[in-house]
């Protein structure tokens, strides 16, 4: 859970491992990816704690990264402590550029943070804490949306990225590289960041949301 406090990165782990012992192991994850990210400040809390901060204290939450990728649109704006050191390589010539594949590894920790989640606590959780998270919802500016129904087709969104093997084709651009199919190139930018993360990493992913979207039992989402 990312806390907003004045700006500066941090987050949040929120389990119940007082309570479920094999939510221990995503405690041990925490841990581990936290130490490959030392500006990041990171705190834990038991559920109950934050229950109480979330009634006390919602401005301190956001919900706007899932409102992002249901949408479409890139939530790095909210995510400044999951930057990815390096850069995007490509590589060829005569004009046929593809993506590097080293650059997919900029993406290693990240992914097997995902893979690592405990879908069916993880669910758990969400349900103790829905009702803040529409609250939370409702202090965006969307008074009538159900949470719910926005989460489901966040992970429907990203589920439909295509894992793609092989060469991806590029286009360069005057600054950006661009994909060379149109199909590609039509994503959403936020389709577009887990496109780029490479066909390991999106299977990981991938393969994390459904069993979170199982373990919710979320609705699919309409038309």
């Known amino acids: 859970m990312k806390r907003n406090k004045g700006g500066a990165p941090k987050v949040t782990l929120v389990d119940k491992a007082n309570a479920i012992r094999a939510q221990a192991i995503w405690t ?63 590589v060829g010539e005569d004009g046929r550029i593809a993506i590097d594949p080293r650059s997919y590894r900029r993406y290693d920790s990240f992914a097997g943070a995902v893979d690592a989640l405990d879908a069916e606590g993880a669910a758990l959780l969400y349900g103790d804490l829905r009702p803040l998270f529409q609250e939370a919802y409702r202090d965006l500016g969307y008074p009538d949306r159900s949470f719910d129904e926005t989460l489901a087709r966040a992970i429907h969104r990203l589920l439909g990225v295509p894992v793609l093997e092989g060469d991806v084709l590029l286009r360069k ?7 060379e199919d149109p199909a590609l ?9 887990l496109l780029r993360m490479g066909p390991a990493h999106t299977t990981l992913i991938q393969g994390t949301l459904r069993r979170l979207e199982a373990a919710l039992g979320l609705d699919a989402p309409g038309p």
């Open 28 to 90: 041990r994850v925490f841990a581990e990816v936290a130490s490959e990210y030392p500006n990041v400040e990171t705190d834990h809390a038991y559920i109950d704690a934050a229950c109480m901060w979330m009634v006390k204290n919602p401005e301190w939450f956001d919900v706007a990264v899932v409102d992002n990728i249901a949408e479409g649109r890139s939530p790095r704006k909210h995510l400044p402590f999951l930057r990815i050191d390096g850069s995007f390589t490509a």
């Open 173 to 179: 651009g005057e600054r950006v590289y661009y994909f």
């Open 185 to 193: 190139e039509g994503l959403s930018p936020a389709e577009k960041h």
